[in-house]
Each structure stands twice: as structure tokens, then as C-alpha cells.
């Protein structure tokens, strides 16, 4: 039988620092593996965690995040080399989001990389990958570590997430701008040792309104202890990747493995897709010099695009989940299918992510989404009209106001 004492390797799943804490509070024993360990998929029903998340406050476990130290005096040129967006003047206390391609101006992942000193940065992803940077980095004076298992993560997310924050002693939390970090300590209850410190960034997955903690994995408890006991009049609730990806749908976020498959993973020639097609045409900066995938997707952006991926909003309340899309009601003309979909509770809409080919994924056209119903074992068939919109669905201006509301 495995014991916590056994390396790493000779584990089938790591368990995060604040397991036990969330293991505690599961009541469907519902866990998923994420990168290497096992997470809460849903602790107590999918509609209380989402609601969680819109009306007051959520704690989400997001230690698995992998996560890379990149440091040195060519840093900062190994991650402009490496990503699509210019990074020359991203400085201490910021953060972007970025994606990175092969040389066929592939998607091989996105992350998000915090400024941390001047020449030191840290880059999050959900995918490991060491190998693809180490052979980006040569020519290059940088040291790239991974260092997931070093850090403990928490994202506190919610219209009340700022308030909790202050509530547990970290003072000044509520100055911080979207995309911005800094460090922050937070007193132990009693006044009992000394003050935990740890990096706090306005960032996350839901779109909404919240922040990131990365602190030391000893202090994850403590720190996870004093957010439930402080949240006790804001509602707060740990939720699962579940409610999560309900919000980051509404968001119009991306998913690795589900809106596309990196380009180091496909098996099948076409199925990889360009940040183009994927709608991220805005952290492509062709005028900042040389990048990896730079010239294909130059060529890529002089031809009319094939294909993009768009956010749908379909007729009645069935999500269509896994349609496929059609030019006509009668379905003879497949053009597409959706990668994503749910009725969303807050915005009151049945909304999608999909691939849809040119020329039906201008705004505003309408397409025709395939969906299958299983009621009691008997399935149903249903073509429904679908309008392709704009992304987000949901964003509320308490995601940017700085500084929040006192929800």
C-alpha cells in the first residue's frame, strides 16, 4: 500500500496540499486526476458550486496547475522567442495571458506568465511542457525548472472574494488591477507564529470578479482554514472543475483537450488548429519580431481563414453538447460542431463553443446544431437554430472595477 512517503513516481495519483481539507468536504467522493493528481470533480451538486462562484465566493484547488521557473539574462528573449505576444514590457507585479505554436503556427498550449523580478518569471500551464521549452531555450542563458510541487495554489473567485480576502488580514488586496500580483502576508488565527506571506494575482478562470494565491504547501492548510472561517458569512463554498468549466464557458475561455487538441498531442493530420482559427488573433503581434510559427501564420493571415471557432447562442434550454452543425435545417450541409456547451443559470442563454467553417462563422449568421436528448432511455432528435455571437457571454463589470464593490 502507497504511504505519503512514497516518491513520486511509485504514486499512481499526488494528492494536492489541501486535499485532505477538500476530501473532508466532498460529499459525492467525486475526484478526477488533473496533471499528475487527484481533484475534486464535484463536492457537493454542480448548481450549488456554480452559484458559488456568480453570487458570493468559491475556493478552487489549483495546485496541478503546472507551473515553470524561468530565469537568467536571456529570459525575457527565450519567452518573446517562445510566445506569440510582445513581452518587452511586461514588468515586475504583471501578468498575460499568451498561447505558443510550432513552426507550422500550431497551438501547442496557453498559460500565463507572471512577472516576477527583473529577469525571473513564472509560467502556468495546464500541460507539462519542459521538453518543448528546453528546445526552445537553445542558444539561450536561461534556466527553466519546473517547480508545480513547490507551490501551493488556491484561486478565490466570486463577487465577494475581495472582501474575504481583506477579512483574513490581506491588507491592501483590493488595489490590485486585473493582471496585476504582489506579495501580501496574512496573520494566523490567534496571532500564533508568524504572518504567512504569499503571492496573490488578480487573475483566474471564471471571468469574474477574483484572485490567485500561491503560497509555500505547509501554509496551505492554514491559509485554507482561515478563507472557510472568514467566508462563513459570504457564503463561501470549495467548488469542483465542474462549476468551473460552467463559468469559464460563460467566459469564453478555452479548454486544452476539449476546444482544441495541442498540436504535440494530435493524431490525425488537420485536426490542429492555429490561435486564428481559435479566435486569439489578438495575442498574435506580427510586428514584434521573430517567433516560433511567426512565417506560417503570416501566410496563414494573408489568405481567408477556413474555419474559426466561435461562441453560439442556441435556440431552447438542451445544450448541445457534441453537435454537429449544419448550413440548413435540413442537415445536409455540415459545417461545423461544438466543442463546448451549457445553459448558462446567469445570463439565461443556451450557449456553445464551436468550430464553425467559412463563411457561416461571420457574427451574426445562422446554422443549425444537431442535438441528441436521452429521456428515460430514449433518445430524441432536435435541430435547433444557433446565431453565432460574439465572446463572452458573460462579464460582469466587477471583474475590472478596482476597487471592488463591498458586495
Known amino acids: 500500500m502507497l504511504t505519503e512517503s512514497e516518491p513520486h513516481y511509485a504514486q499512481p495519483l499526488l494528492k494536492t496540499p489541501f486535499h485532505e481539507r477538500a476530501r473532508g468536504l466532498s460529499q459525492l467522493d467525486s475526484f478526477i486526476?488533473?496533471?499528475?493528481?487527484?481533484?475534486?470533480?464535484?463536492?457537493?451538486?454542480?448548481?450549488?458550486?456554480?452559484?458559488?462562484?456568480?453570487?458570493?465566493?468559491?475556493?478552487?484547488d489549483l495546485t496541478p496547475m503546472v507551473?515553470?521557473?524561468?530565469?537568467?539574462?536571456?529570459?525575457?528573449?527565450?519567452?518573446?522567442?517562445l510566445v506569440t505576444r510582445d513581452l518587452r514590457k511586461l514588468g515586475p507585479g504583471k501578468v498575460v495571458y499568451v498561447v505558443w505554436c510550432d513552426d507550422e503556427g500550431h497551438l501547442i498550449d496557453d498559460g500565463t506568465v507572471f512577472c516576477t523580478a527583473v529577469n525571473e518569471y513564472r509560467l502556468c500551464t495546464a500541460e507539462r511542457q519542459l521538453d518543448w521549452f528546453q528546445a526552445s531555450a537553445i542558444g539561450?542563458?536561461?534556466?527553466?525548472?519546473?517547480?508545480?510541487?513547490?507551490?501551493?495554489?488556491?484561486?478565490?473567485?466570486?463577487?465577494?472574494?475581495?472582501?474575504?480576502?481583506?477579512?483574513?488580514?490581506?491588507?491592501?488586496?483590493?488595489?490590485?488591477?486585473?493582471?496585476?500580483h504582489g506579495e501580501f502576508t496574512m496573520p494566523r488565527a490567534g496571532g500564533s507564529g508568524a504572518a504567512i506571506t504569499m503571492m496573490v494575482s488578480r487573475t483566474g478562470f471564471t471571468g469574474d470578479l477574483g484572485y490567485e494565491l500561491w503560497m509555500q504547501p505547509a501554509d496551505a492548510e492554514?491559509?485554507?482554514?482561515?478563507?472557510?472561517?472568514?467566508?462563513?458569512?459570504?457564503?463561501?463554498?470549495?467548488?469542483?472543475?465542474?462549476?468551473l468549466n460552467m463559468a469559464r464557458i460563460e467566459a469564453g475561455f478555452l479548454l486544452p483537450n476539449v476546444d482544441f487538441v495541442p498540436a504535440t498531442h494530435t493524431l490525425y493530420l488537420g485536426t490542429e488548429r492555429s490561435p486564428l482559427e481559435?479566435?486569439?488573433?489578438?495575442?498574435?503581434?506580427?510586428?514584434?519580431?521573430?517567433?516560433t510559427g511567426r512565417r506560417a501564420l503570416?501566410?496563414?493571415?494573408?489568405?481567408?481563414?477556413?474555419?474559426?471557432l466561435v461562441g453560439l447562442d442556441v435556440e431552447g434550454t438542451k445544450p448541445a453538447l457534441n453537435a454537429l452543425l449544419y448550413a440548413q435545417r435540413s442537415g445536409r450541409k455540415e459545417v461545423g460542431s461544438v466543442t463546448s456547451a451549457i445553459w448558462s443559470p446567469t445570463a439565461k442563454r443556451n450557449i456553445a463553443l464551436?468550430?464553425?467553417?467559412?463563411?457561416?462563422?461571420?457574427?451574426?449568421?445562422?446554422?443549425?446544431?444537431?442535438?441528441?436528448?436521452?429521456?428515460?432511455l430514449v433518445w430524441e432528435r432536435r435541430m435547433m437554430r444557433a446565431r453565432v455571437v460574439e465572446r463572452p457571454f458573460y462579464a460582469p463589470e466587477r471583474r475590472r472595477a478596482t476597487p471592488p464593490a463591498d458586495f
Open 354 to 376: 464551436a468550430m464553425v467553417e467559412a463563411p457561416h462563422f461571420a457574427t451574426g449568421s445562422t446554422i443549425w446544431a444537431d442535438i441528441y436528448l436521452n429521456r428515460e
Open 222 to 243: 492554514v491559509v485554507w482554514d482561515a478563507l472557510m472561517e472568514g467566508g462563513r458569512n459570504r457564503a463561501v463554498r470549495p467548488v469542483g472543475s465542474r462549476a
Open 140 to 180: 539561450f542563458d536561461v534556466d527553466i525548472r519546473e517547480v508545480t510541487e513547490d507551490i501551493a495554489a488556491l484561486a478565490v473567485q466570486g463577487p465577494t472574494s475581495a472582501r474575504l480576502l481583506e477579512a483574513v488580514g490581506l491588507a491592501g488586496v483590493e488595489r490590485l488591477k486585473p493582471f496585476e
Open 298 to 308: 503570416l501566410s496563414e493571415a494573408s489568405r481567408s481563414p477556413r474555419r474559426r
Open 33 to 60: 486526476p488533473w496533471a499528475g493528481y487527484t481533484t475534486v470533480d464535484v463536492f457537493t451538486s454542480v448548481e450549488q458550486e456554480y452559484f458559488a462562484i456568480r453570487n458570493s465566493c468559491s475556493l478552487y
Open 278 to 291: 481559435l479566435g486569439l488573433a489578438w495575442l498574435v503581434d506580427f510586428g514584434k519580431g521573430h517567433f
Open 67 to 81: 507551473k515553470y521557473r524561468i530565469a537568467g539574462p536571456d529570459a525575457l528573449r527565450f519567452l518573446d522567442r
